[in-house]
């Protein structure tokens, strides 16, 4: 009987951690979750990536892009308070992204009121390409286009170091493996960023 009781004791305990792996895992779908106000009312709003469809795993190819991914299609989903304000149905321009989770970088880009923010894909083994999206105060998230690709050091998480200078333009910094470190500003036309200066800022000894 004791035994018997003990068995019970052991499954009850059981149960609850079972259900709290079962949390985790739904939560491991989550690449990014982070916090800005993009209503500007004065109450935080919640930004996540989320994996929409696809797998998270451990690609062991030998190549640039190996490690440990969720890989597939990433939706946008902001809540306020815990209510959904809006589950974006257009996916980002991203293929994959490496563990582990990451907070996002807000910023006005390109000066027109509404918060934006960045994310990096592959794009080479010495690179990744910046995707600019701006979130409007209802929750709709939608990317802001390029003339050309504005990229980032592999140095950088999953989202770059984009700076706002606040007119419009900002500048970002890549390593190229023949020049060095490259500063580039781009300005916003209305319509799409493009490309206005670039300059050397570091020598070869920069490369990575
Ligand atoms: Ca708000
Ligand atoms: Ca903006």
């Keep these: 009987m004791k035994i018997f009781i003990a068995v019970l004791l052991l499954l009850c305990l059981a149960i609850p951690a079972y259900a709290e792996d079962e949390g985790v895992d739904a939560r ?12 500007g009312d004065g109450e935080l709003e919640r930004v996540d990536i989320y994996l929409a469809s696809g797998r998270r795993y451990v690609d062991d ?7 440990e991914k969720w890989e597939g299609e990433f939706h ?13 149905p257009e996916p980002l321009h991203v293929e994959f992204f490496w563990l582990p989770a990451f907070e996002l970088r807000f910023a006005d880009y390109n000066s027109d009121g509404n918060v934006d923010f960045n994310v990096t894909g592959y794009s080479g083994c010495n690179l990744r390409e910046v995707y600019l999206y701006t979130i409007y105060p209802g929750g709709r998230v939608e990317r802001l ?15 770059g170091i984009v700076n706002a200078l606040g007119d419009g333009c900002l500048t970002t910094q ?3 493996d023949e020049q060095g470190v490259v500063q580039e500003t781009w300005c916003w036309n209305s319509s799409m960023f493009f ?6 800022v570091g020598g070869e000894e920069g490369v990575e």
């Design 174 to 176: 890549h390593t190229d």
């Design 145 to 159: 286009d390029v003339d050309g690709d504005i990229l980032a050091s592999t140095s950088e998480s999953s989202t």
């Design 76 to 88: 946008v989903r902001i809540t306020d308070n815990k209510k959904l304000l809006r589950d974006n």
């Design 28 to 39: 491991g779908d989550i690449v990014s979750s982070s916090h800005y106000d993009i209503d």
């Design 195 to 200: 490309l206005k200066d670039t300059i050397l």
């Design 61 to 67: 190819t030998d190549w640039c892009g190996k490690g």
